[in-house]
Nanobody, 125 residues
Framework: QVQLVESGGGLVQAGGSLRLSCTAS????????MGWFRQAPGKERQFVCG????????CSADFLKGRFTASRDNAKNTVYLQMNSLKGEDTAVYYC??????????????????WGQGTQVTVSS
């Protein structure tokens, strides 16, 4: 059973930065596709960034405009989400996910098999 634990969320002022971490139980991040999603109250879960099994990463261009980046550290079994220039609309619960699939970065929640418990990010204006 894969377990994912997110950390690093909190309250930050608009324009600030946060780095989220997601640590997996065992050598998951180097062999699974990893994704970051977020969900605001009353809204659907939304793709943020992802890293495929070959370490290629990409983020949603629709609303991020280059403000977020994803990375991984295989030795620490951890993936990161660096968030810069945060805005009020970035307020959400952020989830880490792992999926056993190959090819392109997955941006659909249904592609992922395992999820963390989520970490709250609140951006104050």
């Amino acid at each position: 059973q894969v377990q994912l634990v997110e950390s690093g969320g909190g309250l930050v002022q608009a324009g600030g930065s946060l780095r989220l971490s997601c640590t997996a139980s065992g050598p998951v991040v180097s062999t699974y596709a990893m994704g970051w999603f977020r969900q605001a109250p009353g809204k659907e879960r939304q793709f943020v960034c992802g890293i495929n099994w070959s370490a290629f990463s990409t983020c949603s261009a629709d609303f991020l405009k280059g403000r977020f980046t994803a990375s991984r550290d295989n030795a620490k079994n951890t993936v990161y989400l660096q968030m810069n220039s945060l805005k009020g609309e970035d307020t959400a619960v952020y989830y880490c996910a792992a999926g056993r699939f190959y090819g392109a970065v997955g941006d659909n929640p249904s592609q992922y098999n395992y999820w963390g418990q989520g970490t709250q990010v609140t951006v104050s204006s």
